[in-house]
Nanobody, 115 residues
Framework: QVQLVESGGGLVQAGGSLRLSCVAS????????MGWYRQAPGKQRELVAA???????TYADSVKGRFTISRDNAKNTVSLQMNSLKPEDSAVYYC?????????WGQGTQVTVSS
């Protein structure tokens, strides 16, 4: 069982920055992939960014060049640095972890970008 807790969401104006963090309850050594998804009201959840155990990364086209995902194994965390935020980035952001055959989700953190 893996517990994921997100933090760092909030209200920011367009062009601003936020940094999201997700803390896992077990060592990230056993977690193959960690990532961030987001879901706006009435829309489907979509991949934002992911990072594997070898630190290779994947980004949605809509956030490339603006968002950076990273992981810190010593602190057992994954972070998402979000720069140049746009109103369309507004959503609940969810941390996801893959460990063996299991997928774990956090409770989500709200990000709201005003124009």
């Amino acid at each position: 069982q893996v517990q994921l807790v997100e933090s760092g969401g909030g209200l920011v104006q367009a062009g601003g920055s936020l940094r999201l963090s997700c803390v896992a309850s077990r060592s990230s050594f056993s977690i193959y992939t960690m990532g961030w998804y987001r879901q706006a009201p009435g829309k489907q959840r979509e991949l934002v960014a992911a990072i594997s155990s070898d630190e290779s990364t994947t980004y949605a086209d809509s956030v490339k060049g603006r968002f950076t995902i990273s992981r810190d194994n010593a602190k057992n965390t994954v972070s998402l640095q979000m720069n140049s935020l746009k109103p369309e980035d507004s959503a609940v952001y969810y941390c996801r972890a893959v460990s063996g055959p299991y997928i774990y989700w956090g409770q989500g953190t709200q990000v709201t970008v005003s124009s």
